[in-house]
Every structure is written in C-alpha cells, then in structure tokens.
C-alpha cells in the first residue's frame, strides 16, 4: 500500500502536525455540541436518561474514529516538487496521488482562514483547467506556502503550455 | 501583439498594489441596502418611532458598512510582467495569482447598480472552470485602463515565450488561409434512417404502439392512457426533430480544423478547432451495434464557434456512421492510431465492485494517446492525447485497498470525455500513473525538439 502511493526517488515534505491539533480542535467542538444538543433533547423528551447514555457512546466513538482519522490524515500528507511536475499525496479514508505538470497551471492560491492564522497555517492550491485535479497542501507554514507559490509560478513559466 | 514592447518599458509604473473602486461596497450591497432602509425607513415613517426593525435594521446596516470597508480595504490587486496578484478576504484571506499568459479574454461586465455609479467588473478568464477571477468593481475608464495593460502584458510574456522557445514552427501561418472548406464526408440518408430506427424510441414508440393497439382491440377506453400517449408523442417528436436537425450531415475540413454542417430547415454551421481538441469520444449505442455503427463527440476547450441556432448536440463530430470511418475520423483528428494502443482490463475480483460491466473496462495509453473503455449497454471508448492531460491521478478507497485494486485517472479539461481505469491492480495502477508523467513529458515537448 505504502509503495503504491510512494515517490519514485527522494522524501515528501511533510505539512506540519498542527493542522491536526486545528482540525481536532474543531472536531471537538462541534461535536461536543451536538452531543450536548442530542442529550438535552433526550432528557426533555424522555424524562429519562435512558437515551442519553448510548447518544453519548456513540458520539464518543465516533469522536474517537474521526480523531484518529485526522492524525492519519494529516501524517499521510505529502509533496514533492519535482523536476517537472508537482506531486501530492493525501487521504486516510481513500488514498490519493496526483501529479500535476507544473506547465499545466492556470492559477495558485494561498488561504488562510482566521482558525488556520491562529495556529500559523496557509494552504496552497493550484488550478489546472481540469476541475478533477484538486491539487491543494493545506498545513503549511505561511513562509513555506509563499516560498512554495512564488516557485509553483516561476516553474509554470518554465513549462509553459496552458492547454 | 504587433508591437512587442521590451519588458522594462511596459511593466515598471504598474508594479504597485491598487484598490478597486471605493464605491464598491454601495453596488455590491445595494439591493441589500435598499431592503434594509425600507424596512427600518416604513417603520419610523409609519410609527413615528425609531424602534425594533428600525433599530435592528440600522444594526445591520452599520455592520454591512463595517464589513463592506474591510473587505473593500483588504482587497488589492497588483500586475507585474509575468502575473496578476489579487488579495482578498477579511476573514479567510486569500492571494490568488494568475499567471498573465494564461488570460484567455476578459470582459467588462456593468451589472446595473453598478453601472448607475459608473463602475465596471473585470472578468478575467482562464481555462480554469471552477476558480473564478475578477475585479469587482474599477470605475469604468480604469476598468478599461487595466483590461488593455493585462492583455498587452499578456502579449508580451507570450511573446517572451514564444522567443526563448525558438521559432516553433506554424504557429504564425504556414498554412495559408484558404477559405474553402475541403468535403471529408457526408451522412447519407440511408445511415440516418437506420440509426433513427435503431433508437431507444423506436423501440419505445412501438412498444407503446403495441399496447395501444391491443388496449383499443380489447375495448377499453383509451382515457387512461393519457400519460401513454403523452410519451408516444414525446419519442415521435424528439425523432422528427433529430432527423430534421440532423438532415444532411457534413464534415468538411478547414485550416483550423473539422466544420461540420447540418440542417434541413435551419442549418447549423459547427467549427472544431483541432488545435485545442482536448479528446474524442465514440459511443456505440446498443441498439446501432448489430448494424455497426456508431457516434462520433469531441471535446473542444473554449474553441467552439457556434454559427447556428440551437445547441442539440453541440460535440456531436459524426451522429451516426460505419464503426470503421468514425474510428478513421477519430484517429485523423487525434493525430495518433487509437487501434495500436494496448489497452487491459481489470482483474475478475473486480466485479465485487463492478457487478455488471467489468469485462468492458478497458484503459491503456502509449507514446501519444490514452484510451478508456467503458459501457454495459452503450460502449464508450474515449481517446486523450497524453500532450492535453492535465494531471495524472491514482486513487485507492477503502474497499479498493481491501480487494488490492486502484484506479488511474487521467484529468481533462470540462468535457464529455473521461479516460480512466478503474479498479486495476495496484501494481499496473501505479506503473500506467509512472510511465504517464514521463510519456505525457515528452508528449507535451514541441516537435521540432524531438
């Protein structure tokens, strides 16, 4: 499994692991609040506590699948910016490789929402003229996505070729 | 692009961040604005006091002014010689660079609040679909101001490009530009007719025939077969309109590439640029397989010129035709011989996941050219030069990992066609995503380099 995801020479750079602390931060918080939500229903509802105990394990357990998930999810991120093309590897659930020439960018974008500035994160995107591409590196420190941006475009004109 | 101007003349007074007009917040809220004011101005007007809708409209007004500033504030564009840079977001921010020679058109559009404060939008168009770049809103002369300086720079990178890159051959104009269309093929009547009768409604309409008539034959009221008729009239109808639409069919060839022409009434004029085919599809529908015949899509990029009205079929190169000649025709275009290319199928526990339709999967590529098959009932082989791909993907879900099987895709732009292998073993998967970036490679290098 590991090899067919692999890179053919050379080490992925990795996106730092504090995109799990963000997105499990948030995987608490909305689910703690649904939780809640379902639990308070069910004591009104039922006058009993009957259903909160197994709303409750099941929110936990799926709580704990999604936690482990995202750590997954984040270790399994990877690229690599090859000699002419970039390559991105993710997914925990499904797996995915994608190498995009980088003579077959159109555009590149660098966000940041306000959660993703508090823990120090951007995320990069490039958009070829294929929807189905989907190449994006979120967990990136913000030197890092402006150093990998600035290079995506200056190698896109090297490889030139829009369509 | 006839005077090629020197770098340093064009791009140094631009390389400065700008803002978009200030009014803009006003056009982009206005009708927003107006609901509010009403809302909150009925009331104090109405009432003669200024409290609960009046308030909290004033509330929203004052925070959509806020927010409307810092988003107007935020946002800032800059052009330098090889990119378009734009700065948004107040919350989630976002720097968004265009490469300049990859701007296709940009319109100036003036909605018509807009338009009232003298202001315009840039829509900057590139082959991407789904990101989509403007600048909303410049006061109109501005707006203009920029569209010449994005197009002229755009000029100039091309133009930087295309010297370092060396002469490259046609691209100026070696094929003279010779007017008229060369006749390549023309659908006679007979192909129609058959493909017509070989048709999900001719079988339909019969059907549906055969009910009515022994629905009357028994005695029974036809009252209850109202829907029935409607779906009869429906097929007779869409066969009328496809044998009328599709009257005489030709192709002819252009200097830039297949036009094709066809019509009884209206005639549609349809010119496929060849340059910018980015794939062909051949559907062989179930019922024309006995008769051997089949229908030829192509998938332009933004190069489709449309003379005529309507839009029935519009990548529709042949609508029905010998197998061997839309394979002829396909091949002509694409430049490359689909036939010579190795294609596998998946392995058998494949069909764990492909019940039906397994052994029609089909994908492979060679030097120039990748070739996907697929379709239970209609077969669709769709052909890709590896030089228009524009990324190579190799996916693997859960149950996939559990079976030892992966899929390939190969991305195309917006368009009917889709070359990808689906639940191949891992090990092909993986081989066909490698040998594809190194084929696609040099695929995509110029030819005279070769």
């Known amino acids: 499994m590991e090899e067919l995801f692999a890179l053919p020479e050379g080490e992925w750079l990795r996106i730092r692991p504090s995109l799990a602390r963000l997105r499990r931060l948030v995987l608490v918080v909305v689910l703690g609040l649904v939780v809640l939500v379902l639990v308070l229903a069910g004591v009104v509802v ?87 591409t989907a190449a994006r ?20 004109e090297a490889g030139k070729s829009g369509l | 692009m006839s005077d090629p101007l020197p770098d340093h003349v064009a791009a140094p007074e631009e390389d400065e961040f700008r803002r978009l007009s200030p009014l803009t917040p006003i056009a982009r809220s206005a009708i927003f604005l107006a609901a509010a004011a009403y809302t909150g101005g009925r009331q104090v007007i109405e009432e003669r006091e200024f409290t609960g809708a009046a308030i909290a409209a004033a509330a929203v007004l004052v925070a959509g002014a806020v927010f409307g500033f810092a988003s107007w504030y935020r946002t800032k564009f800059r052009i330098t010689a090889t990119e378009l840079r734009i700065d948004t977001g107040v919350f989630n921010r976002r720097s968004r660079r265009v490469r300049l020679d990859r701007i296709l058109e940009i319109g100036v559009n003036q909605p018509f609040v807009a338009r009232l404060l003298g202001l315009a939008e840039l829509k900057i168009e590139t082959a991407t679909t789904e990101a989509e770049v403007s600048l909303s809103y410049l006061p109109l002369g501005e707006a203009h101001e920029v569209r010449q300086v994005l197009l002229q720079q755009r000029d100039t990178a091309r133009a930087r490009e295309a010297g370092e890159e060396g002469a490259r051959g046609f691209a100026g104009g070696a094929a003279p530009p010779s007017a008229e269309p ?61 044998l009328v639409g599709w009257w005489d069919w030709r192709v002819a060839v252009v200097p830039t590439g297949i036009q094709v022409r066809h019509g009884m009434f209206s005639l549609t004029t349809r010119t496929f640029n060849v340059e910018r085919l980015q794939g062909v ?31 029935e079929g519009s990548g529709i190169a042949l609508p029905v035709a010998p197998l061997d000649l839309v394979w002829r025709l396909a091949a002509d275009l694409i430049g490359a011989d689909p036939s010579a290319v190795p294609t596998t199928g998946p ?83 993986r081989r066909l995503v490698q040998e594809g970036v190194e084929r696609a490679r040099v695929a995509r290098m110029p030819r005279a380099a070769l």
């Open chain 1, 46 to 132: 039922s006058e009993t506590r009957l259903l909160a105990w197994p709303l409750g394990g099941v929110g936990l357990l799926f709580g704990g699948w999604m936690w482990w998930l995202i750590g997954r999810n984040v270790r399994n991120w990877g690229y690599a910016e090859r000699a002419e093309d970039l390559w991105i590897r993710h997914g925990a659930f499904v797996m995915r490789l994608v190498v995009v020439p980088y003579g077959r960018m159109q555009l590149v974008d660098v966000t940041a929402g306000p959660l993703e500035r508090a823990f120090g994160l951007a995320a990069v995107q490039l958009h070829t003229a294929s929807p189905a």
């Open chain 2, 281 to 311: 599809r051949i559907t062989e529908p179930l019922l024309q397989r006995p008769f051997g015949l089949a229908r030829l899509e192509l998938s332009v990029a933004g190069g489709m010129k449309d003379n005529g009205s309507g839009d």
């Open chain 2, 347 to 429: 392995p058998r526990r494949a069909s764990w996941l492909r019940p039906f339709g397994r052994p029609w999967l089909a994908f492979g590529m060679d030097d120039r050219l990748v070739v996907s098959r697929a379709g239970l009932f209609a077969r669709r082989t769709d052909l890709v030069p590896l030089a228009r791909v524009q990324s190579l993907r190799l996916t693997q879900g859960p149950l996939q990992r559990w079976l030892r099987l992966a899929s390939v895709h190969a991305d195309s732009p917006v368009g009917l066609v889709n070359a990808q292998g689906v639940h191949r073993d891992p090990a092909e998967a």
């Open chain 1, 137 to 156: 590196i979120p967990g990136l420190a913000p030197q890092e996505a402006a150093r990998l941006r600035d290079r995506l475009t200056e190698l896109g």
């Open chain 2, 182 to 242: 060369v006749p390549l093929v023309r659908v006679p009547l007979s192909w129609q007719v058959k493909g017509l009768l070989a048709s999900g409604e001719t079988v339909g309409l019969l059907l549906l025939g055969i009910a009515i008539g022994g629905v009357l034959a028994a005695g029974l009221s036809l009252g209850a077969f109202g829907i029935g008729l409607a779906t009869f009239g429906g097929a007779a109808f869409s066969l009328v309109r496809k």
